[in-house]
């Protein structure tokens, strides 16, 4: 059956080839990778062993070597201690002495010569040397050899004894005393002698039959032997050519070498021994191992790949009848699941292998799919049946209304909420409408489609290729606004959306409202009235003139704080239409803030004309509200600029406007001011102060002073009142009157004021315990909850006693929120804290506050102290206070204290403390302790304390 279906001969014959070529290929790669690898670590490894066997085999030859020498030098040694060596040294003749010598040379075969010296290095007798008894030799290890010191000359250093052998020396001691050297016995090596035995040494594996070849050197390189036999060969050459080296491979010689280590006593000598071998003595085995695994792969490569061909062809057989089955089975359409056992063969299935697994396995597939296919056209369609309904729902549920239409416009489907919005009745709108007919149903149902609404409907009709989204806003009969969007579809045709926008608009249109209008008043903000002035500016023909009028309610806040925010909300309202009731039609009132409005007067005649307006306005507001029961009454400041004098913009306008305002303000409120160019100037001179006034505090301008209270019972200072100074690099020194009312008007004052507190309250806890640190107190750092905390602060950090600590305040502190003020001072004065009154007389002194708060000094103003001298109410008014403070256990400081007639008129009135240029103005903290020493200090009795220069002199800053 198998062999009915088409293409499967060949796709079993491409399974078999490819199967096998993929074996082959697997075994050729596997085995070559494999004869590589063991080729390469097994020819690294042999050729180490060969080498680290040769290095040994030299080492030992070259130990063999020391070993004869050091036989040598033995024999030497025990020569010269017999008694044959003692009757050479006592013979009576020469002839005896040379026999002697002869026959103890005939036991020594080693010595080639024998020479025996005095002890002044003459000659006593030689054997096989031509050297006459009595000759002295004057050669260096003759006279080691008389100190007792056996040598070993290097070989060729003494010719004239010993040829190109090396010289061998020993003492002879006398046989009476040992320790007495009577001669030296010498020998020279028989270089023959050492040639036998060098020539015994075997270079490698004799049976490989390759050139191999042993040279023995010295130092200079030059030769003491090398092989001579014909298996050495030209290696010889290369040896000799070759210098000092490691053990290695030259071309394709094994050279190996060996020397005497550092500890023999024959490493003077510098022998060298180099043994060579060519690379077939050296690696000829492993050459012939790498054939041997090379044939060997290729032979199993061969047996692999008859083995995979014959497995294939039992393999792929079935296989390919299976893939063919599943070929025919993914052509076909078929309900039912298909015979297995007609497609594949029964033999197939029937087999007891994996094959036989894999057939059957296959068959359950097959029905397993075809059962799986029938469910999952029944859940298919189940599934749709659902998403028609979830579709309805939805479509039906929507806040938008919905129409789907066609590539040829026909429409597909509406959803419910389509008809409602135009009040469709039901079966007025079904599937396969044009455009046209769903027009004529609206004007059935009383909607009057403008020609707009018209429009954009024809051009979605006609709009062919073009693809895009497009909006338009209708409104319907009943004054209703509709946002349509339609949409293309990627198939062709549109999908068209219907939202009613009626309450967003109206939303939009408030929020657009309260975006450019005030909450409260209802009037233009900033923003609009800028608007308003730039358009106002842009339709002025040439020669015209506006007016802007920027103005500032008086005494606002202090309506806020007695009546509450509901009433100075309310006389907001009543100023707003007041305003609007000074202005002509064209003219536009703004409020932008607070209690600050704006006026755009538009096409005065004159700067004249602006003048009455303000004065109307003035006027107007100065009348007083009737709010809540309450007669209120307040003023206004105006500034006044003009177009095009003195700006071409809005902001230009504004902005001179509020300079204007600024100065009007600051000549006394409650009136107007046109702008003038030199309050530009004096603006831009206050915004610079106040840059740099922020920046102070960073980049450390600031610095405290201590100016010193003195004391009128004891003479000496009592107090130092700090005070704030200000250098500016580049104006210098700033007034305090200048920067700390801008400090107070901008928020920086407290700041500042915490940091004078934290100077000043370290500066104090290191002068004496009876000296106080008194630190001023703008009313408004009183607005800050923190200033109790940081109070407390300055003195835990520092350690300053709080009894050392004085705080002035004004009386303008106490004129606000006096209940608040005077419980912090009575904070402070459960802190320990002393409370001063500073300046009193000079405001709203009140003796309600003395009576409120039992502040612990009174400060009488310097501008009294200053016409004291003139006598009158200056004098009597200093007469009350300080009388005052007496009676109530306050003390009294006068200020600004310059002239002694001035001190001592104080001092007759009963003022407990002064203070002033009289002592000192205020000093750097460095100049605090000379202050501390000098007043006071006693003076001698012939001068005055001018003309001594201690107290009470001026100490300058």
Known sequence: MAAAVPGIGWARGGLRLKMAATLFACAVVSLGIGTLVATYFGERALRAEVTEKAVRALDADMRDLQRQLDRAMYDLTTLAETNVMQDVLIGDGIGAIADSLAAVRTRYREFASLVVTDERGAVIAADNLDIAPGQVLDIYQLEMGLIGLPMAGRFGMHPEIAGESSLFSVPIRAEYDPDTVIGVLSGAIDMGWLRERLGRVQIGDEEQGAQRALLLRDGDGLPLYRTEAEAAGDIVQRLMATGAQGTGNTGSDLITTARFPADNRFWHLDLEMVAGLTEEAAFGSITQLKRNLILTSALIALMMLAIGWCLSRRLTGPITAMSGAMKRLSRADWDEAPDVTELIGAATIARSDEIGLLARS??????????????????????????????????????????????DGELIVHNQRFEEIYGLPPGAVEPGMKLGQMLRAMRAAGHDISGQDTEFMTTIARRGGERRMMTHLATLGDGRALSVCCVPIASGGWLATFEDVTERKRDEARIEHMAHHDALTDLPNRLLFARRIEEIVATTARGHQHAVLYLDLDHFKSVNDLFGHPVGDELLRQVSARLRACLRPS????????????????????????????ERIIEDIARPFEIDG???AIGTSIGISLFPGDGSDAEALVKAADMALYRAKSDGRNGFRFFEQEMDSSMQHRRTLERDLRLALQKDEFEVYYQPIVNMGTNRVSCFEALLRWTHPERGAVSPAEFIPLAE????????????????CDAAADWPAHVRIAVNLSPAQFRSQQLVDQV???????????????????????LRQSELVLSILKQFRGMGVRVSMDDFGTGYSSLGYLRSFPFDKIKIDRSFIRDIEKGGDALSIIRAITGLGTSLGMTTTAEGVETLEQLNQLRSEGCNEVQGFYYSPAVRLGGVPALLTGIGAPLPADTSPQENGAWPARVSA
């Open 362 to 407: 296959f068959d359950r597939l097959i029905t397993q799919l075809a059962q799986a296919r029938a469910r999952l056209i029944e859940q298919s369609e189940a599934e749709i049946a659902k998403r028609n309904l979830q579709l309805d729902a939805a479509l039906n549920n929507m806040s938008q209304g919905l129409c789907m239409y066609g590539p």
């Open 587 to 614: 003219g536009v009132v703004a409020r932008f803030g607070g209690d600050e409005f704006a006026i755009i007067e538009g096409d005065i005649a004159s700067g004249e004309e602006a003048r009455k307006l303000a």
């Open 792 to 814: 407390a602060r300055a003195l835990e950090r520092t350690g300053l006693d709080p009894r050392r600590l004085e705080l002035e305040i004004t009386e303008s502190v106490l």
């Open 745 to 760: 008007e901008i928020g920086l004052i407290g700041e500042i004021g915490n940091w004078v507190l934290e100077r000043a």
């Open 630 to 632: 309450h007669q209120i």
